[in-house]
């Protein structure tokens, strides 16, 4: 099975700042990689998928990016609203599609 | 709009059983894959099964691969995920989602509480 290692696990930053999460994968994944937000007592929302493809509606501060087995996930512009935490998940192949531990964004 | 209502979550023994459902509407539910996540409480998201959309392929994470079974029936627009043999680490938030490549809808999730 693929594992996902996800990092940081947490960090704290200011409304304005530049956020990079990144996941790294036991194997190459070829770009099947999502990127979720998860606000408190709700269902993560999609960000991203396929490494770089921005889902609708999602503002275009967010961006990712990788290849192989490295992604990035960047917040170019931190605003209030993205305090969440963050989590990957690969989908390559057949499953299981394993998630990475999930970064949690805080306010500085 | 697309829209996915889980059900059939609660309080159960160790060893006991209980089906969840995921009841969809706002899309042809037959053209899509759906996958089941489960996140513990206080913790990080788990991929649970997976069913392709005719359901003829299925998966499971090794943790519930026995124990578990996903099923779907499109006439009904539903996927079902039947829970035998609970274990207290199932205890969990189960959330069923359509997959990234097609929007990434997932609903509002069900508890299931594995507690003597």
């Given at each position: 099975?693929?594992?996902?290692?996800?990092?940081?696990?947490?960090?704290?930053?200011?409304v304005g700042d530049r956020v990079t999460i990144t996941c790294r994968a036991?194997?190459?994944?070829?770009?099947?990689?999502?990127?979720?937000?998860?606000?408190?007592?709700?269902?993560?929302?999609?960000?991203?998928?396929a490494a770089s493809r921005l889902e609708s509606g999602v503002p275009s501060?967010?961006?990712?990016?990788?290849?192989?087995?490295?992604?990035?996930?960047?917040?170019?512009?931190?605003?209030?609203?993205?305090?969440?935490?963050?989590?990957?998940?690969?989908?390559?192949?057949?499953?299981?599609?394993?998630?990475?531990?999930?970064?949690?964004?805080?306010?500085? | 709009?697309?829209?996915?209502?889980?059900?059939?979550?609660?309080?159960?023994?160790?060893?006991?059983?209980?089906?969840?459902?995921?009841?969809?509407?706002?899309?042809?539910?037959?053209?899509?894959?759906?996958?089941?996540?489960?996140?513990?409480?206080?913790?990080?998201?788990?991929?649970?099964?997976?069913?392709?959309?005719?359901?003829?392929?299925?998966?499971?994470?090794?943790?519930?691969?026995?124990?578990?079974?996903?099923?779907?029936?499109?006439?009904?627009?539903?996927?079902?995920?039947?829970?035998?043999?609970?274990?207290?680490?199932?205890?969990?938030?189960?959330?069923?989602?359509?997959?990234?490549?097609?929007?990434?809808?997932?609903?509002?999730?069900?508890?299931?509480?594995?507690?003597?």
């Amino acid at each position: 099975d693929i594992q996902m290692t996800q990092s940081p696990s947490s960090l704290s930053a200011s409304v304005g700042d530049r956020v990079t999460i990144t996941c790294r994968a036991s194997q190459g994944i070829s770009n099947f990689l999502a990127w979720y937000q998860q606000k408190p007592g709700k269902a993560p929302k999609l960000l991203v998928y396929a490494a770089s493809r921005l889902e609708s509606g999602v503002p275009s501060r967010f961006s990712g990016s990788g290849s192989g087995t490295d992604y990035t996930l960047t917040i170019s512009s931190l605003q209030p609203e993205d305090f969440a935490t963050y989590y990957c998940q690969q989908y390559y192949s057949s499953p299981p599609w394993t998630f990475g531990q999930g970064t949690k964004v805080e306010i500085k | 709009q697309v829209q996915l209502v889980e059900s059939g979550g609660g309080v159960v023994q160790p060893g006991g059983s209980l089906r969840l459902s995921c009841a969809a509407s706002g899309f042809t539910f037959s053209n899509f894959d759906i996958q089941w996540v489960r996140q513990a409480p206080g913790k990080g998201l788990e991929w649970v099964a997976f069913i392709k959309y005719d359901g003829n392929d299925r998966y499971y994470a090794d943790s519930v691969k026995g124990r578990f079974t996903i099923s779907r029936d499109n006439s009904k627009n539903t996927v079902h995920l039947q829970m035998n043999s609970l274990r207290a680490e199932d205890t969990a938030l189960y959330y069923c989602a359509r997959l990234a490549t097609s929007g990434g809808y997932w609903g509002q999730g069900t508890l299931v509480t594995v507690s003597s």
